[in-house]
């Protein structure tokens, strides 16, 4: 069946006609007419809604024996036609025809919502290629937003009561209570599982070490600025007004995030460090320390969701020879703020990830004599048009919420045939610079599977540099070059290389990333919680991000992480589960980690 065949009304009556299949075939538990629906080779992704979990099925067999047997339990049906939702279009995934509808469904448990993508290429009856399913909500916890939204009456004619403030900040000094859920971060991580949590009942506390909400980014180095449009970088429920400018700079992300804090009515304790904690499996709770402004407190919640950046805990300091001895001053990325005191003096940057680019480059701006040291072959693509196809569907007039959903679809499977596909793009759109750091010796690679610098993020959560410039720099020999197989030792002045030559610098850059989150997990909580939850980001065995967004091996501990983006579109399924095992609907944990 070719694009053309598919008109509307013929979309919409493919994606009703598969929907009401689907319902019949589960009610029977029938899985060969289950299989039937789907191609050989498809797959079904489930968010929370049958599995608890994040999980990937491969294989319509597979998927059709698991949806059955989890439907004992969780009782799904009525699938139908998302009417909120677009209607069910013709649309390119991973370079396959399909039609894509959005549908809804019930369990036992509460409201789900899914993707189905129905191939055009294999003729009809037309198969499902994909199947996604998530749980959008409990009953009895809607979101309470739109018409479920707070009254208000809490504080409104209460003459001579306590007023919206008095409520407001009662709240947030938990006097004589722990919340259920206490956050550690007031990044894009923390607020957004944090808002989240709210509205849907959670008493959900942050605790940030910096001062105030957004230092997070105010306080990185001066020149950063988001490389991801401002459309696709949003918080939950709260978009950015349309007069910001396409890439947002630090401070005024920084400032936002403030001010989304105090208009989500988020409970944030800021000055404030995270000490560490134990869990009672018995009470099935947490006892933790937290020190604000000196004093020291212990609280008592449920659950507890680390929040600090996945990929960007504790700094990666490599050991380098004879770096001990340079007299220089070392910084490693994450203390570097401005080169302003380095004005035109000599800096070497050890790494060419986007933290190690974007010192080298402001160093440079600063009048800077500037070395960079490449230790590995680094993805490097334009910011446009390569570094935004990734995001494009963004750009395409879907709302938010939608495109969150329709990214949710995409199995590791699929994601790596489009970001395959996507890579193959960016290499010719970026032939040009590609070429004039070659000429230069500046090694590039297209990732994994030749899958490109997102799914790099993915796997490692770096490697990659988006040019705003500095490849040119790079290029032009503005910022020299070295690799790391040049050098034999750092020296007090600086560096001896291995053809015996001498370099002199004044300062020392490590942009050379972070350790495993797991390591953070360690301190904070002891080696037996870190060696139970094992490694943090990354994909497993499953093809699923590790430990993140989903139970992990330690009852009543979670994690966000990631992108603006993706702490956005996976923190409501966070929510849902740490509000399931609240509820004693789930275990709040997973039995063993793959990967």
């Known amino acids: ?44 992704r489930d968010l929370v809604s049958f599995t608890w979990d994040i999980r990937t099925t491969l294989g319509a067999r597979e998927a059709a024996a698991e949806l059955i047997a989890r439907n004992h339990d969780v009782k799904a049906s009525g699938f139908a036609l998302a009417p909120a939702r677009t209607a069910p279009r013709v649309a390119v995934r991973a370079g396959d025809d399909v039609v894509e509808g959005f549908f809804t469904f019930e369990t036992a448990f509460g ?13 009809e009856p037309l198969r499902a290629r994909t199947l996604l399913t998530t749980l959008q909500e409990l009953t009895g916890f809607e979101e309470r937003r739109g018409a479920n939204r707070p009254h208000g009456t809490a504080y409104s004619r209460t003459f001579g009561g306590k007023n919206w403030l008095d409520l407001r900040q009662e709240e947030q000094r938990y006097d004589d209570r722990s919340p259920e859920v206490l956050i550690v971060g007031a990044g894009q991580a923390g607020l957004s599982i944090a808002a989240r949590l709210r509205t849907i009942g959670v008493d959900a506390l942050i605790v940030d070490k910096h001062e105030r909400v957004g230092d997070v980014w105010r306080k990185r180095y001066h020149s950063l600025t988001l490389h991801n449009e401002s459309w696709v970088a949003s918080l939950p429920y709260v978009p950015y007004p349309d007069t910001w ?16 804090a105090d208009i989500m009515e988020l409970n944030v304790w800021t000055s404030t460090e995270f000490v560490g904690g134990t869990y009672d499996e018995d009470e099935q709770i947490w006892t ?51 080169g302003a005191r380095f004005e035109n003096r000599k800096a070497l940057v050890v790494g060419t990830g ?61 994601l790596i ?21 070659h000429a230069v010796g500046f090694r590039t690679d297209i990732g994994e599977d030749g899958t490109g610098f997102h799914l790099k993020y993915n796997r490692r959560g ?26 034999a030792t750092f020296t007090p002045q600086g560096l001896e290389l291995v053809d015996g030559s001498t370099r002199e610098y004044d300062l020392v850059v490590l942009a050379t990333g972070y350790r495993n989150q797991q390591e953070e997990v360690r301190a904070f909580f002891g080696d037996a919680v870190a060696d139970k939850v094992g490694l943090i980001w990354g994909v497993d065995d499953g093809g699923e991000m590790r430990n993140v967004w989903r139970p992990t091996a330690q009852r009543g501990l979670w994690f966000n992480a990631g992108s603006l ?31």
């Open 1 to 44: 069946m070719s694009r053309s065949d598919m008109s509307a009304p013929a979309c919409l009556s493919a994606v009703t006609e598969w929907l009401q299949k689907l319902d019949i075939a589960l009610d029977a538990q029938d899985p060969d007419r289950l299989a039937d629906l789907f191609l050989p080779e498809a797959d079904w």
């Open 111 to 123: 409201h789900g919502e899914g993707v189905v993508r129905l191939d055009l290429a294999a003729g």
């Open 245 to 260: 400018p396409t890439y947002i700079p630090k401070d005024k992300l920084g400032n936002w995030f403030e001010h989304y």
């Open 288 to 338: 933790v320390t937290v020190r604000r402004e000196g004093a020291e407190r212990v609280l008592r919640p449920r659950h507890v969701v680390i929040a600090t950046g996945g990929v960007s805990g504790v700094p990666n300091r490599p050991r380098l020879a004879g770096l001990e001895d340079f007299r220089g001053d070392v910084l490693h990325s994450t203390q570097y703020t401005s």
């Open 354 to 414: 986007t933290s190690g680019h974007d010192v080298a480059q402001d160093l440079h701006a600063l009048g800077c004599e500037v070395d960079i040291v490449q230790r590995q072959p680094t993805t490097v693509v334009s910011l446009e048009p390569s570094g935004i196809m990734v995001y494009a569907l963004y750009s395409e007039g879907t709302p938010t919420e939608d495109v969150d959903l329709i990214a949710a679809a995409n199995s590791f499977p699929t």
């Open 417 to 437: 045939k489009a970001n395959q596909i996507l890579a193959q793009r960016m290499l010719e759109a970026d032939k040009d610079i590609l070429d004039r750091l």
């Open 462 to 487: 770096g490697g990659y540099y988006i040019n705003v410039g500095c490849s040119d720099l790079i290029a032009d020999g503005e910022i020299g070059l070295l690799q790391a197989d040049q050098i």
């Open 565 to 595: 983006a993706a702490c956005r579109g996976n923190s409501k399924y966070l929510a849902v589960q740490i509000l399931a095992a609240l509820q004693g609907m789930s275990p709040g944990y997973r039995e063993t980690e793959r990967g």
